[in-house]
């Protein structure tokens, strides 16, 4: 699956209506979320909401959530039950009425694309009409048949259509022979086996204070202000901003590390635990703002676009040892560099992690080294 982003130039009044189809899936998530906390002792499966969204339901009262798409309606409903059933499964909280929906999505039905695919049209009742789409990306290639979603989002700086279409993405950049232990950082954002290292970004503490500005604008204006809402709105366009910073950083270093590596092993961290039981408040918020959780992600996406691999290493130790000889060797934070009593070895005490992390994930039975291969580009300009 491949996500396009393309944003929606339309007219005030479109904007209005898409607020409203906004506001009517955001109805039905917390009207079948009542449904189902007043019916709880009754069996539920996935199919038990579905009948709330049907035309029937609203034909008495509530007539205006028809006017929204019969599948945007299901499709509302849908997230309901997902997190319903999340929730069964101890996977995720009790589930909350919600108060800033900010999307709603289409299937098959409800729009349409012109023949040169630059405008959107959306077909349902609230007559929201023709929108020009503004992106780079071209869906010429694509049939309505493979365009699975079409994602309707309202951010700060405007609407969003997010086609999210069904193919899969694979990129031939052949394998290099090398592979790579990567170990995460405050300090550095990344060190890797070979003693490399990127440094953190830090967006968020060199936003920090204009952000505190902007946070202290809205505080301080009359609540429900037209003013209030546009240092709202200023301020919400400042977290956009850094939000998209902190994404290019982490897709960037993710592409760039498997451009020259085969395998990559990473410590198996979790994010959530670390700040719940991190002590110290300056450190709980460093980890918080610091996107490792996306960048696993996205090193996951590119392994899987790439075909290579990405192995996650149990981290327990792995900046004690000593990664030449295996002695333990105990520091606290504190002490940078790593520096064995027994063999004589010395390093940043992140990069001998880093050199654990890759001892250890190259021990581990699932890491298969994949065969030196040209990609076929490559092969071509040889001949
Ligand atoms: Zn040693």
């Given at each position: 699956m491949i996500i396009y982003q393309y944003k929606l130039k339309c007219s005030k009044v479109q904007q209005a209506l898409l607020d409203e189809a906004i506001r009517t899936c955001q109805f039905l998530r917390n009207t079948a979320l009542r449904y189902w906390m007043d019916h709880r002792n009754e069996k539920f499966n996935?199919?038990?909401?579905?009948?709330?969204?049907?035309e029937n339901n609203f034909k008495s009262e509530?007539?205006?959530?028809?006017?929204?798409n019969s599948q945007a309606r299901q499709q509302a409903v849908l997230r309901t039950t997902n997190a319903i059933l999340r929730f069964f499964k101890k996977q995720g909280k009790f589930p909350k009425f919600k108060k800033d929906v900010r999307s709603f999505t289409l299937t098959q039905t409800g729009w349409k694309l012109d023949n040169e695919c630059n405008h959107l049209t959306l077909t349902d009742k609230l007559k929201i009409g023709k929108m020009k789409l503004v992106g780079?990306?071209?869906?010429?290639?694509?049939t309505k048949e493979q365009i699975k979603q079409i994602i309707i989002v309202k951010r700060a700086d405007g609407y969003y259509a997010l086609f999210c279409i069904d193919i899969e993405r694979k990129e031939d950049?052949?394998?290099?022979?090398k592979n790579i232990g990567i170990d995460l950082g405050l300090e550095n954002f990344l060190t890797d086996s070979d003693g490399k290292h990127i440094e953190n970004p830090r967006f968020f503490k060199k936003s920090e204070v204009a952000l505190k500005r902007l946070q202290k604008d809205v505080s301080r204006k009359k609540k429900g202000s037209s003013n209030r809402k546009k240092a709202k709105i200023k301020l919400q366009r400042k977290h956009l901003k850094v939000q998209r910073q902190r994404e290019d950083f982490v897709v960037k270093t993710a592409r760039q590390l498997y451009l020259s590596n085969d395998t990559v092993f990473l410590e198996d961290l979790s994010v959530t635990k670390m700040i719940q039981k991190n002590k110290f408040k300056s450190i709980r918020k460093s980890i918080s703002t610091i996107c490792w959780g996306k960048f696993k992600d996205w090193l996951k996406r590119y392994s899987e676009i790439f075909n290579k691999n990405l192995i996650l290493v149990n981290p327990k130790n792995t900046s004690q040892l000593?990664?030449?000889?295996?002695?333990m060797v105990a520091k606290d934070l504190s002490v940078r560099v790593h520096s064995c009593s027994s063999c004589g070895f010395e390093a940043h005490r992140d990069h001998n992690a880093a050199l654990n992390i890759l001892k250890i994930g190259q021990g581990m039975p699932k890491f298969k080294p994949k065969e030196r291969k040209s990609s076929n580009m490559e092969l071509v300009s040889l001949c």
């Open positions: 996935k199919y038990t909401l579905q009948e709330l969204a049907s509530h007539e205006f959530a028809l006017k929204l780079k990306r071209n869906l010429h290639f694509y950049i052949g394998y290099t022979g000593c990664s030449c000889c295996g002695l």
